[in-house]
T-cell receptor, first 112, second 111 residues
Framework: DAGVTQSPTHLIKTRGQQVTLRCSPI?????VSWYQQVLGQGPQFIFQ???????GRGNFPDRFSARQFPNYSSELNVNALLLGDSALYLC???????????FGQGTRLTVV | AQSVSQHNHHVILSEAASLELGCNYSYGGTVNLFWYVQYPGQHLQLLLKYFSGDPLVKGIKGFEAEFIKSKFSFNLRKPSVQWSDTAEYFCAVANAGKSTFGDGTTLTVKP
Protein backbone atom coordinates (compact mmCIF):
# COMPACT_ATOMS: atom_id res chain seq x y z
CA ASP A 1 0.00 0.00 0.00
CA ALA A 2 1.49 3.34 -1.04
CA GLY A 3 2.23 5.88 1.65
CA VAL A 4 1.90 9.62 1.35
CA THR A 5 3.56 10.82 -1.83
CA GLN A 6 4.78 14.32 -2.47
CA SER A 7 6.06 15.94 -5.64
CA PRO A 8 8.46 17.24 -6.58
CA THR A 9 11.12 16.08 -4.13
CA HIS A 10 13.36 19.06 -4.74
CA LEU A 11 12.69 22.46 -6.25
CA ILE A 12 14.70 25.62 -6.83
CA LYS A 13 12.84 28.88 -7.41
CA THR A 14 13.76 32.54 -7.70
CA ARG A 15 12.51 35.23 -5.35
CA GLY A 16 9.14 36.56 -6.44
CA GLN A 17 8.14 33.40 -8.28
CA GLN A 18 5.22 31.18 -7.42
CA VAL A 19 5.37 27.48 -6.56
CA THR A 20 2.88 24.62 -6.34
CA LEU A 21 3.58 21.55 -4.27
CA ARG A 22 1.52 18.39 -4.54
CA CYS A 23 0.50 15.67 -2.12
CA SER A 24 -1.33 12.39 -2.54
CA PRO A 25 -2.63 10.95 0.73
CA ILE A 26 -2.84 7.32 1.68
CA UNK A 27 -5.79 5.66 0.00
CA UNK A 28 -8.90 6.14 2.14
CA UNK A 29 -7.49 9.09 4.08
CA UNK A 30 -9.66 12.17 3.87
CA UNK A 31 -7.53 14.66 5.77
CA VAL A 32 -4.37 16.35 4.52
CA SER A 33 -2.17 18.73 6.46
CA TRP A 34 0.77 20.85 5.33
CA TYR A 35 3.81 21.78 7.40
CA GLN A 36 6.92 23.86 6.88
CA GLN A 37 10.11 22.60 8.50
CA VAL A 38 13.15 24.82 8.71
CA LEU A 39 16.48 23.27 9.69
CA GLY A 40 16.76 22.91 13.43
CA GLN A 41 13.06 23.42 14.11
CA GLY A 42 10.02 21.24 14.31
CA PRO A 43 7.36 21.21 11.60
CA GLN A 44 5.27 24.39 11.60
CA PHE A 45 1.60 23.87 10.84
CA ILE A 46 0.32 25.64 7.72
CA PHE A 47 -3.07 24.13 6.81
CA GLN A 48 -5.34 21.20 7.44
CA UNK A 49 -8.00 20.11 4.97
CA UNK A 50 -10.68 17.54 5.66
CA UNK A 51 -13.30 16.52 3.15
CA UNK A 52 -12.12 19.32 0.85
CA UNK A 53 -12.73 22.04 3.42
CA UNK A 54 -10.12 24.03 5.31
CA UNK A 55 -10.31 22.95 8.94
CA GLY A 56 -7.26 24.69 10.36
CA ARG A 57 -4.76 27.38 9.47
CA GLY A 58 -1.45 28.25 11.05
CA ASN A 59 0.26 31.64 11.32
CA PHE A 60 1.38 32.01 7.73
CA PRO A 61 0.82 34.98 5.42
CA ASP A 62 -1.83 35.03 2.72
CA ARG A 63 0.86 34.21 0.16
CA PHE A 64 0.31 30.62 1.29
CA SER A 65 -2.82 28.90 0.05
CA ALA A 66 -3.96 25.34 -0.42
CA ARG A 67 -6.80 23.25 -1.69
CA GLN A 68 -7.99 19.67 -1.57
CA PHE A 69 -9.45 17.92 -4.57
CA PRO A 70 -12.36 15.43 -4.77
CA ASN A 71 -9.85 12.55 -4.76
CA TYR A 72 -8.42 14.02 -1.50
CA SER A 73 -5.09 14.96 -3.02
CA SER A 74 -3.91 18.44 -2.19
CA GLU A 75 -1.84 21.32 -3.49
CA LEU A 76 0.03 23.96 -1.55
CA ASN A 77 0.67 27.22 -3.39
CA VAL A 78 3.11 29.88 -2.33
CA ASN A 79 3.14 33.22 -4.16
CA ALA A 80 5.79 35.92 -4.26
CA LEU A 81 8.47 33.65 -2.87
CA LEU A 82 10.91 35.02 -0.31
CA LEU A 83 14.32 33.66 0.64
CA GLY A 84 12.82 32.77 4.00
CA ASP A 85 10.39 30.37 2.36
CA SER A 86 13.29 27.98 1.76
CA ALA A 87 12.41 24.90 3.79
CA LEU A 88 11.22 21.33 3.73
CA TYR A 89 7.48 21.20 3.11
CA LEU A 90 5.78 18.19 4.60
CA CYS A 91 2.40 16.74 3.84
CA UNK A 92 0.62 14.44 6.25
CA UNK A 93 -2.56 12.46 5.78
CA UNK A 94 -5.00 11.20 8.37
CA UNK A 95 -7.95 8.89 8.13
CA UNK A 96 -10.11 11.59 9.64
CA UNK A 97 -9.55 15.07 11.05
CA UNK A 98 -7.84 13.88 14.22
CA UNK A 99 -5.64 10.89 14.83
CA UNK A 100 -2.29 9.67 13.70
CA UNK A 101 -0.62 11.63 10.92
CA UNK A 102 1.29 9.75 8.23
CA PHE A 103 3.99 11.92 6.71
CA GLY A 104 5.46 12.02 3.26
CA GLN A 105 9.15 12.51 2.54
CA GLY A 106 8.64 16.19 1.87
CA THR A 107 9.52 18.67 -0.85
CA ARG A 108 12.77 20.57 -0.36
CA LEU A 109 12.19 24.12 -1.65
CA THR A 110 15.15 26.41 -2.16
CA VAL A 111 14.51 30.05 -3.01
CA VAL A 112 17.46 31.91 -4.50
CA ALA B 1 -2.46 29.73 21.11
CA GLN B 2 -0.96 26.36 21.82
CA SER B 3 2.76 25.77 22.07
CA VAL B 4 5.07 22.84 22.75
CA SER B 5 8.38 22.98 24.55
CA GLN B 6 10.98 20.22 24.39
CA HIS B 7 13.61 20.82 27.01
CA ASN B 8 16.53 18.93 25.57
CA HIS B 9 17.87 19.78 22.15
CA HIS B 10 20.50 17.08 22.05
CA VAL B 11 20.85 14.03 24.28
CA ILE B 12 23.77 11.62 24.13
CA LEU B 13 23.47 8.24 25.85
CA SER B 14 25.30 4.95 25.92
CA GLU B 15 23.47 1.77 24.98
CA ALA B 16 21.37 0.32 27.80
CA ALA B 17 21.00 3.70 29.49
CA SER B 18 17.52 4.91 30.37
CA LEU B 19 15.91 7.72 28.43
CA GLU B 20 13.48 10.44 29.37
CA LEU B 21 12.70 13.30 27.01
CA GLY B 22 10.68 16.18 28.36
CA CYS B 23 7.69 17.74 26.65
CA ASN B 24 5.47 20.48 28.00
CA TYR B 25 2.59 22.09 26.19
CA SER B 26 0.49 25.14 26.79
CA TYR B 27 -3.20 24.84 26.05
CA GLY B 28 -6.02 24.81 28.52
CA GLY B 29 -8.49 22.64 26.64
CA THR B 30 -8.62 19.07 25.46
CA VAL B 31 -5.68 18.06 23.33
CA ASN B 32 -4.41 14.99 21.59
CA LEU B 33 -0.74 14.32 22.28
CA PHE B 34 1.82 12.59 20.11
CA TRP B 35 5.46 11.63 19.92
CA TYR B 36 6.93 11.25 16.46
CA VAL B 37 10.36 9.94 15.53
CA GLN B 38 12.50 10.63 12.49
CA TYR B 39 15.29 8.14 11.86
CA PRO B 40 18.20 9.31 9.69
CA GLY B 41 17.09 9.53 6.08
CA GLN B 42 13.51 8.56 6.83
CA HIS B 43 10.26 10.43 7.18
CA LEU B 44 8.46 11.24 10.41
CA GLN B 45 6.57 8.34 11.93
CA LEU B 46 4.36 7.93 14.97
CA LEU B 47 5.86 6.49 18.16
CA LEU B 48 2.79 6.79 20.36
CA LYS B 49 -0.30 8.88 21.00
CA TYR B 50 -2.63 9.88 23.82
CA PHE B 51 -6.24 10.84 23.27
CA SER B 52 -7.91 9.89 26.55
CA GLY B 53 -8.02 7.17 29.20
CA ASP B 54 -4.95 5.64 30.81
CA PRO B 55 -2.36 8.42 31.04
CA LEU B 56 0.46 5.93 30.60
CA VAL B 57 0.64 5.00 26.95
CA LYS B 58 2.85 2.47 25.31
CA GLY B 59 4.20 2.82 21.81
CA ILE B 60 6.40 0.97 19.41
CA LYS B 61 9.93 -0.25 20.10
CA GLY B 62 9.54 -0.20 23.89
CA PHE B 63 8.77 3.51 24.21
CA GLU B 64 6.17 4.84 26.61
CA ALA B 65 4.92 8.25 27.65
CA GLU B 66 3.00 9.58 30.61
CA PHE B 67 0.43 12.33 30.35
CA ILE B 68 0.35 14.46 33.51
CA LYS B 69 -2.48 16.92 33.06
CA SER B 70 -1.63 19.05 36.08
CA LYS B 71 1.87 19.62 34.74
CA PHE B 72 0.87 19.94 31.08
CA SER B 73 3.54 17.35 30.37
CA PHE B 74 3.87 14.33 28.12
CA ASN B 75 7.36 12.95 28.70
CA LEU B 76 8.77 10.12 26.63
CA ARG B 77 10.62 7.26 28.30
CA LYS B 78 12.47 4.10 27.43
CA PRO B 79 14.15 1.90 30.07
CA SER B 80 17.08 0.80 27.92
CA VAL B 81 18.06 2.51 24.67
CA GLN B 82 19.71 0.86 21.70
CA TRP B 83 22.03 2.24 19.05
CA SER B 84 19.12 1.99 16.60
CA ASP B 85 17.18 4.55 18.66
CA THR B 86 19.46 7.27 17.33
CA ALA B 87 17.01 9.70 15.76
CA GLU B 88 15.20 12.97 16.20
CA TYR B 89 12.13 12.95 18.42
CA PHE B 90 9.25 15.40 18.18
CA CYS B 91 6.45 16.01 20.64
CA ALA B 92 3.21 17.37 19.18
CA VAL B 93 -0.23 18.47 20.31
CA ALA B 94 -3.34 18.64 18.16
CA ASN B 95 -6.59 20.43 18.77
CA ALA B 96 -9.42 21.72 16.59
CA GLY B 97 -7.69 21.05 13.31
CA LYS B 98 -4.37 22.57 14.33
CA SER B 99 -1.18 20.70 15.15
CA THR B 100 1.80 22.14 16.98
CA PHE B 101 5.21 20.47 17.12
CA GLY B 102 8.13 21.07 19.43
CA ASP B 103 11.54 21.82 17.97
CA GLY B 104 12.70 18.27 18.48
CA THR B 105 15.32 16.44 20.50
CA THR B 106 18.21 14.75 18.75
CA LEU B 107 19.11 11.50 20.49
CA THR B 108 22.50 9.96 19.84
CA VAL B 109 23.10 6.51 21.29
CA LYS B 110 26.72 5.44 21.47
CA PRO B 111 27.38 1.71 20.98
Amino acid sequence: DAGVTQSPTHLIKTRGQQVTLRCSPISGHKSVSWYQQVLGQGPQFIFQYYEKEERGRGNFPDRFSARQFPNYSSELNVNALLLGDSALYLCASRLQGAGEAFFGQGTRLTVV
Amino acid sequence: AQSVSQHNHHVILSEAASLELGCNYSYGGTVNLFWYVQYPGQHLQLLLKYFSGDPLVKGIKGFEAEFIKSKFSFNLRKPSVQWSDTAEYFCAVANAGKSTFGDGTTLTVKP
